[in-house]
């Protein structure tokens, strides 16, 4: 029986509303090893991180770890999307494991990379889930830039900022946070240390609700000098 590890992810809470949860990725995972008599070592995740990179993706670093070490002979995901969206990346890694004799499997797309057929397939899903990423992100971009020249409110909240007569203003408390969030990951912290940091110092967001790894992101990715002064609708 070919020993093999899992690996699942999702990028967003509302992934878990459309119907790819990681218990449902993982239910899929087993029940794939199952039919096709896999011994499944562990299964890997990564909760609330994005896959255009492998920059702060814990479980996706311990499976390459295990394939550089050679210590399965497979890698199993739901879907090449969820183990991630940028090319280079996902062929660099599949790469890895052809290199030391381990094969990438997903249940998906029913890829299976010691075939050619297998290959040519990630290949195609790859650079198919880079051009979804890519166009995603495009029209969000142009979204808000519509927004934000008519001046319309284009999000809920930003953190570091209030709304003083409908105008956002610098928020100092929450300012500060935003600078000890920074200095955190710049020292190396993780995504979901420093939520579980600020949460139990009894931090809040700007909605008043816990921190997490994704509040954390996006925090890291405002630049709040696009809302400064801007007035909100």
Avoid: P
Avoid at 2 to 25: E, M
């Amino acid at each position: 029986m070919k020993s093999v590890i899992g690996y699942i992810r999702v990028s967003t809470k509302k992934q878990v509303l459309d119907g790819v949860s990681l218990d449902l990725q993982r239910r899929m995972i087993e029940n794939y090893c199952e039919l096709n008599k896999l011994e499944l070592v562990t299964i890997f995740s990564d909760e609330g991180i994005s896959g255009k990179s492998t920059t702060n993706r814990n479980g996706y670093s311990k499976v390459l770890e295990m394939v550089s070490n050679k210590s399965v002979e497979g890698v199993v995901v739901y879907s090449i999307t969820r183990f991630g969206r940028n090319l280079l990346d996902t062929m660099g890694s599949v790469k890895r494991m052809n290199d030391n004799d381990i094969t990438f499997l997903s249940v998906k797309e029913n890829i299976n990379t010691k075939t050619a057929q297998g290959r040519l397939q990630l290949n195609i899903y790859s650079s198919v889930a880079e051009y979804e990423r890519e166009e995603i992100v495009s029209r969000i971009k142009e979204a808000l830039n519509h927004k934000k020249s008519n001046g319309e409110k284009f999000c809920r909240s930003v953190f570091g900022l209030k709304s003083v007569n409908g105008i956002f203003q610098k928020d100092a408390e929450q300012m500060k946070v935003r600078r000890r969030i920074k200095l955190l990951y710049n020292k190396g912290y993780s995504l979901y240390r420093i939520a579980k940091m600020l949460n139990e110092g009894g931090v809040r967001t700007s909605l008043d609700k816990s921190w997490h790894s994704t509040t954390i992101q996006n925090v890291l990715n405002t630049n709040i000098n696009d809302y400064i002064n801007k007035q909100i609708r």
